[in-house]
């Protein structure tokens, strides 16, 4: 019963001769080719024979005449992979090259080297379209590092590091199959038993080396769309590490208002989960509450309101950067305002932004970093009090 087995091609396709070489080593070990693709070559095991092999040009589609010319002269078409196409013949039979004259085979190359460059051009433009849709609003706007831990920018990385690889491959491309075909020009045979075990093993390295960066990218993006969740906040205190509405404003006749509901969450009191290496740990919430008693003593509807972001860092010397683009993010968002850095034993770095009845902090702690937006009759005091106490939780 013949096997069948699957090997990686890690040489590139405009590699000529070290192919050749290749499938005549797998032959002469019973390892007959049998199709090759972009990636692998499938070869089915039988007797090991001293076979030749040779790569041709296809120029898109290898016409049947060529191939019968082919065949007359000692060799079997067996396979076709991008812009070649495989030959084989027995050793004993001593069927004549493919090509006489190295400069001819030159000419066979020049379709190969022109769609190599138009794809290099292609790829190029695309890969500048998409640097500038993924990093200018960002980079514009001095949010780099937030991006990051907010993890929105590792699927676009993942598709830049993957396009930055084809760049380099076409690069490749251009340069090797235009070196490849002035040789041949100058009179210079490809050299059919080319040796390749060793370029096979810098390949190869390379491969692996791409495939792991491109999966751990692809990791990161799946695992952090997957725990990016948002809830409905629950009624009462839990141990999340987020100033809660009640705790600030200490009203036992404050209740929760609502103001957007969809999915059946009430978006206006809800709460996000993050995930990202930079940051294992992010919580956003945002509560409304109304005090009705207020309005029977002439003063209107009260409707306090806080919102929360916080991010446990996994490398603390990121704090202080953070919490710059938070001010950035905030002053682009809320208007222009005028942030007070205050010095504090509770904080390794405390800014408020006290306008009467909204109040804003960016504090950090070690590993935490908060930013709370609140608006509402409690003190400044009372706000930073219940903070340090959360920060405690995401701190260490």
């Known amino acids: 019963m013949n096997k069948i087995s699957y090997k990686l091609l890690p040489w590139d396709e405009w590699r000529i001769g070290e192919r050749e070489s290749w499938f005549q080593d797998m ?3 019973g390892q007959h080719l049998v199709k090759a693709g972009k990636h692998f070559a499938k070869f089915k095991k039988g007797e090991p024979k001293d076979m030749r092999y040779r790569v041709d040009v296809s120029n898109f589609a290898l016409s049947e005449e060529r191939k019968k010319a082919h065949e007359e002269n000692g060799w079997d078409y067996v396979t076709e992979y991008g812009d070649f196409c495989v030959f084989s013949s027995s050793e004993e039979l001593s069927a004549p090259e493919l ?6 085979q030159s000419h066979s190359l020049k379709a190969v080297w022109k769609k190599s460059v138009i794809s290099l051009l292609l790829l190029i433009g695309a890969i500048i379209l998409l640097l500038l849709i993924i990093f200018s609003s960002w980079a514009l706007n001095r949010i780099i590092v937030l991006k990051l831990i907010e993890t929105a920018i590792y699927t676009s990385v993942y598709f830049t590091v993957l396009y930055s690889y084809y760049i380099y491959y076409s690069i490749k491309a251009v340069i090797s199959i235009g070196i490849l075909q002035r040789r041949l020009k100058d009179g210079k ?5 080319a040796p390749w075990r060793k370029y096979k093993a810098i390949n190869t390295a390379i491969a692996v080396i791409h495939i792991i960066i491109i999966m751990s990218l692809f990791t990161i993006a799946f695992v952090s769309f997957k725990m990016n969740t948002t809830e409905e906040l629950p009624l009462y205190d839990t141990n999340l590490p987020i100033v809660r509405l009640h705790d600030v404003e200490k009203n036992p006749g404050l209740v929760s208002k609502t103001t957007y509901i969809n999915n059946n969450i009430d978006y206006g009191n ?5 995930w990202s ?6 919580y956003k919430s945002q509560e409304n509450g109304v005090v009705p008693e207020a309005a029977e003593v002439g003063t209107g509807e009260y409707s306090p309101s806080i919102s929360t972001s916080v991010y446990k860092l996994s490398l603390p010397f990121l704090a202080d950067r953070v919490i710059d683009e938070l001010m950035t993010r905030y002053f682009w968002r809320m208007g222009a305002k005028d942030y007070t850095e205050i010095n504090s034993d509770s904080f390794d ?3 408020i932004c006290d306008s009467g009845d909204f109040k804003e ?3 950090s702690r070690n590993k935490g970093v908060m930013y709370v937006g609140y608006s509402g009759r409690a ?10 106490h959360k920060m405690s939780l995401v701190s260490h």
Do not use: C, F, M, W
């Not at 090509?99 to 001819?104: L, T």
């Not at 809800?270 to 993050?274: E, L, P, Q, T, V």
């Not at 003190?379 to 340090?388: A, F, V």
């Open 349 to 351: 770095r405390l800014l």
């Open 27 to 29: 032959a002469a070990k």
């Open 270 to 274: 809800s709460i996000g989960y993050g």
């Open 277 to 282: 290496p930079l940051a294992p740990e992010q």
């Open 99 to 104: 090509y006489d004259d190295p400069e001819e």
């Open 361 to 363: 902090v960016l504090a």
């Open 189 to 193: 045979p490809i050299d059919h038993n």
């Open 379 to 388: 003190d400044i005091d009372t706000l930073l009090e219940n903070i340090s």
